[in-house]
């Protein structure tokens, strides 16, 4: 089997089986930004039985999604060949699309019994998968980390359909209008996420996050605005260096919440505010009304997903840098006014409230 060249037959008759396998990959945002390939996967033949093996922290967010039927969860350092026997119990699967590159991910299918797994011909493991697709050129207009996903799907013969559907995400979990107020709302949630585990470069400062709370709560004194931090248990103090800024009503929930209990709390918000994070691109698969704050990082590569959602990033002559420190002087983040960050949160608010 040559590199890089996919053997499966065309028009997706490679997923004609009743029963598929899909590995998820490990970080929390990607799997989010893996979505619209399982989503088209499923719109190619509804009828196809849909099991997402994933590890254990993502199993509550591949459980909230329509279209996966059924969900192996495995516990982070457990090695391949206990993966597989997971996999044995639960199968047989007749596919398997690999998610991750990794040689490991192709081994614990592999181990698993699964027959035919499609992924990209990476670190050596094209002799391991019956399909190995060749990763795809970067063009301007794909430069977006979800293509690289659905790539994958389309190199199977999967037909993609309107590119909007695939990017759709459900309605927000929390209406703004409340029926029970005659359809106006006077407490409203808001998520902030001020941590990132990837580092300090990526973070917008807590003292500009409290003054934009703070101005968003002068500037719609007809609403009680109810605040939630969330983070990683790394991520507490910073939680509570926030929560000291901010009046209440606030609950600094960072480290209090695994991804299960954290997908029902945001699941709660009318909006969320945050850095570039897992949480970031968990909020928008769930139809959470998202800010997004980009610093060294590059939304065209991870922005969430979704034409509702705010992207500020202040473009400097060093962005993107990718760093998890910042070198020199922050200019980044610091070009962005919590003033800003009001306009937009306002902006989500508006649309909601006229929705």
Partial sequence: MA??????????????????????????????????????????????????????????????????????????????????????????????????NSLRSALELRLGGVRKLTGYARYGRGVLLSGAVKEPDPSPEKQHHVHRYLHLVEAMGIPMGPLEDLLAIPPPPTPFGD????????????????????????????????????????????????????????????????????????????????????????????????????????AAALGVPTVAIFGSTEPAFTAPIGTVHRVIRHKVDCSPCFLRECPIDYRCMLRIEPEEVVREMEVLLTAAETD
């Fill in 179 to 282: 029926p029970a107020a005659g359809g106006a709302r006077r407490e409203i949630h808001l998520g902030i996420c001020p941590g990132a585990e990837y580092g300090n470069a990526k973070r917008y400062p807590i003292e500009r996050y409290a003054a934009a709370i703070g101005g968003l709560r002068a500037r719609r004194p007809d609403l009680t605005i109810r605040v939630s931090i969330f983070g990683s248990p790394a991520e507490r103090q910073i939680g509570e260096d926030l929560a000291a800024l901010v009046a209440a009503p606030r609950s600094n929930r960072a480290g209090e919440t695994d991804i299960a209990g954290l997908v029902e709390e945001l699941r709660g918000c009318h909006l969320v505010a945050t850095n570039d994070t897992g949480t970031m691109h968990l």
């Fill in 3 to 100: 590199p890089g060249q996919y053997h499966e037959p065309a028009g997706g008759a490679a997923v004609a089986s009743r029963r598929w396998l899909v590995r998820s990959p490990n970080p929390l945002g990607d799997a989010c930004m893996s979505l619209p390939a399982v989503r088209a996967l499923k719109k190619s033949h509804p009828a196809l039985h849909l099991t997402v093996c994933c590890r254990e922290n993502l199993a509550a967010m591949w459980e909230a999604q329509a279209e996966v039927d059924e969900v192996i969860p495995f516990a982070k350092g457990l090695g391949p060949g206990a993966v597989g026997r997971l996999i044995r119990a639960r199968g047989p699967f007749d596919g398997g699309l690999l998610l991750p």
